[in-house]
């Protein structure tokens, strides 16, 4: 496996309410993110909302500037190159390669551009096609994604929410990227056509050759279609596995906590009440000391309280958690959930 | 599964409703046809299907909170008040017979908690209000049960928090509150209209679980919308599919999801992902094209333009309810003019 991108010591503050002279509070969106993306893979990001998911995503891409941190890609043939050293022009050809699908389809679309402008647009910003070739490209693509050419003329407000949003990959693929990071691409969406959209994801992936961020907090569409899954929680990293070691046996408390709250399609695996699943997410102003999990997790003990554990590699393992008892706990699975007696 | 024969006696009897939208330039829009429900003390009916399918206009049509522009042209809505049956589709939507259901006897859970609280006064004032308006206690008294409810329904910090106003609060207290005010007049049935969908899994499940404490506290009945079958799997007693207005099966959800007889359920189905292992995983089996509007429903099944085992009767003949064993219901000609084993 060849790394993609790695990102460093990654760390975003946001400053709220700060005024001209007065010193706003610093609200830590990120807070020392290192994970690397393998060329071919799709890794997933999941945690609750405001966890930081679309943060990373936005900073990867250079729509937001980091704090501190890096942000390498390093193109097959290519020369690495840090990102976030990067000014407008330079980063300019790198927006090619990598491509961001956003959360909602209908206020990502121009409202009032038509699809096949929609879809250009990318190829005439960065001055790659014109006329015919360009034509080509445009009604190649929206084929690709199962837009019928007849259609190009329309306005987005025309078309369905899973043709939007097929609209929007075709926009992110116009470009031939390398890297596709789909925020929530398919949460927004009814479930049959969710499987549409995914079916999509899945075909283009082997045809393009394309390597994926995944941002979900959808855990169940998250097993189906990721290959290695990054768990954060508060800015954190909290956990980093191959998708089924991590759905098998998490490592990281806060990773058994959302797979213990996840609903599964099937009433015999109903889970009855589940009394463990105590309090909300901390507002991110309000960081607790220690662990970040620690006033929310039913295994803390005192050294949680003062001292933050690293993440880590588990016993030598692709599994990586941020937890000081990771080796040791039993943590509870979602492929085997208990069955339920039916009272 | 012990049943006290109270809870076989249903609340809430809805019997082949239909809801029409009329504009002033197009033709009139028949957006629920035909629908039967039926609503058990202590059990929960889950409603479910995709965007614009009809849940919400039909868990609206019990209470009388249709548009002005909706009319319920055929059907009933019985409601067992104690002291006989009331059709409330025969009410006026601002009667005193019908607020005196609404609010008291049958309650609502919105899907957006902030379009029904209001902005401006605090989340214990509006509780309060409810109580006084129906219970006519004093103001002190009031507060006191509305503590007591937003303890019960898990809002840490009770009495300060009552002072809150609803954008002060994170969206799982905010939804919290909304079942308190929900609570106040303890509903003899509870509608939930996608009560966690804007939640996180972890907010999700809790909720869930106090929507399941109360019904056992409350024996109430519960009508559940959703659009997720692992929310139904985990709250629902039975279930009804509903597409593009029609109810198009129904029955217990052990039984429906074990066995789904339309092609619709068993579509819907095959579109979510398994939690399974990597090799047991398979494609996902969309269903193909898209939900028409329901002015280019078909005369017949609507679910003809997408369903893969459509024949001929299907296009302009509409399906019969058919009876496929206690309390399961379908409506498919497969069920009929086929030897059922063709679905299997
Ligand atoms: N006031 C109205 N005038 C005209 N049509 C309406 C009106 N309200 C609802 N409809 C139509 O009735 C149908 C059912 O709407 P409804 O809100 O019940 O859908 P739903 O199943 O709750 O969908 P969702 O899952 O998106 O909430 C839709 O086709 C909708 O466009
Ligand atoms: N432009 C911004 N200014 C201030 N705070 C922000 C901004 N963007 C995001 N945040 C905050 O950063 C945190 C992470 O947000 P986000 O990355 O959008 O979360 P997620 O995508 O995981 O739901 C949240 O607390 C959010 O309110
Ligand atoms: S370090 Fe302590 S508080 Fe943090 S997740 Fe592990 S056990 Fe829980
Ligand atoms: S009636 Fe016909 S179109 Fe409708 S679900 Fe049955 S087979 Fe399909
Ligand atoms: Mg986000
Ligand atoms: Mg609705």
Redesign the interface.
């Known amino acids: 496996m060849t790394t993609l991108l790695s990102v460093e010591n990654l760390s975003k503050v946001f400053t709220l309410g700060g005024g001209l002279f007065g010193k706003g509070r610093d609200l830590v969106a990120l807070n020392d993110i290192n994970l690397t993306v393998e060329q071919g893979e799709t890794l997933a990001i999941v945690g609750?909302?405001g966890c930081g998911k679309t943060t990373l995503g936005r900073c990867i891409i250079k729509a937001l500037s980091v704090t501190s941190g890096h942000v390498r890609y390093h193109p097959e043939g290519g020369e690495t190159v840090d990102l976030t050293t990067l000014n407008k022009r330079e980063i300019k050809p790198f927006r090619r390669d990598i491509r961001m699908i956003f959360q909602d389809p209908m206020s990502s679309l121009n409202p009032n551009m038509r699809v096949f402008d929609i879809v250009a647009e990318p190829l005439r910003i960065h001055k790659l096609l014109r006329g015919k070739d360009l034509e080509a490209r445009v009604y190649d693509t929206l084929a690709k994604v199962g837009i019928a050419a007849d259609a190009a003329g329309r306005y987005p407000h025309a078309f369905?929410?899973?043709?939007r949003q097929r609209i929007g990959i075709a926009r992110a693929l116009v470009l031939d990227p390398r890297l596709v990071i789909a925020d929530e691409a398919v949460s927004a969406l009814?479930?049959?056509?969710?499987?549409?959209v995914?079916?999509l994801l899945?075909d283009l992936k082997a045809d393009f050759g394309l390597t994926y961020i995944f941002i979900s907090?959808d855990?169940?569409?998250v097993?189906?279609?990721a290959d290695r899954v990054v768990v954060m929680y508060l800015g954190h990293v909290v956990e980093n596995a191959p998708?089924?070691m991590l759905?098998?046996r998490p490592r990281h408390p806060y990773t058994e906590?959302?797979l213990?709250?996840?609903?599964?399609?099937?009433?015999?695996?109903?889970?009855g009440?589940?009394?463990e699943?105590k309090g909300?997410?901390p507002y991110l102003g309000n960081r607790p000391q220690g662990c970040p999990f620690h006033t929310r997790c039913k295994y803390a003990q005192d050294r949680c309280r003062s001292e933050k554990p690293a993440l880590h590699a588990i016993n030598g393992t692709a599994q990586q958690a941020a937890c000081h008892f990771a080796e040791t706990l039993e943590l509870t699975g979602?492929?085997d959930a208990p069955q339920k007696a039916?009272? | 599964m012990p049943q006290t024969p109270m809870a076989d006696k249903p609340l809430l009897t809805v019997r082949n409703m239909s809801i029409s939208f009329s504009s002033p330039d197009e033709a009139d829009i028949e957006a629920v046809r035909q629908v039967d429900l039926t609503l058990t003390p202590g059990k929960t009916l889950a409603l479910v299907g995709e965007s614009g399918c009809g849940k919400s206009v039909t868990a609206r049509a019990v209470l009388r909170l249709l548009d002005k522009n909706a009319v319920i042209p055929s059907g009933e809505i019985l409601f067992d008040t104690g002291q006989g049956a009331v059709d409330i589709a025969q009410l006026k939507p601002d009667s005193l017979a019908m607020r005196s259901i609404r609010g008291a006897e049958i309650s609502m859970i919105f899907q957006e908690p902030m379009s029904s609280l209001s902005p401006v006064h605090t989340i214990g004032d509006q509780i309060d209000e409810i109580i006084i308006l129906h219970d006519r206690v004093s103001p002190k008294q009031a507060r006191e049960r509305t503590v007591a409810l937003l303890d019960q329904v898990g809002v840490p910090g009770a009495r300060d928090r009552a002072n809150a106003y609803p954008f002060e609060l994170s969206g799982g207290l905010r939804q919290r509150a909304m079942i308190a005010m929900a609570l106040a007049c303890t509903p003899k049935l509870l509608i939930a209209d996608e009560p966690t969908t804007a939640l996180d899994v972890t907010t999700q499940a809790q909720i869930l679980d106090l929507l399941r404490q109360l019904q056992d506290d409350y024996g109430m009945a519960m009508l559940f919308i959703t659009h997720d079958l692992g929310v139904v799997a985990e709250v629902a007693d039975d279930i009804a599919v509903m597409y593009l207005g029609d109810v198009v099966e129904q029955g217990d959800v052990y039984e429906v999801f074990r066995s789904p007889k339309h092609p619709y359920t068993q579509a819907l189905m095959n579109s979510v992902p398994r939690l399974s292992r990597k090799a047991d995983r398979q494609r996902l089996s969309p269903i193909k094209g898209t939900v028409p509007s329901p002015r280019d429903r078909p005369a017949g099944c609507a679910f003809t333009s997408r369903c893969p085992h459509a024949f001929a009767p299907c296009p302009d003949q509409r399906p019969e309810r058919t009876q496929l064993s206690a309390g399961h219901v379908a409506r498919c000609h497969l069920l009929t003019r086929e030897p059922a084993e063709a679905l299997a």
């Open positions: 609750e909302s369905s929410g899973g043709q009814d479930v049959s056509i969710q499987a549409q995914l079916n899945d907090h855990l169940g569409v097993n189906y279609i998708t089924e759905f098998e906590m959302l213990e709250a996840l609903p599964i399609a099937d009433p015999t695996r109903r889970k009440r589940r009394t699943l909300e997410i979602a492929y039916i009272a």
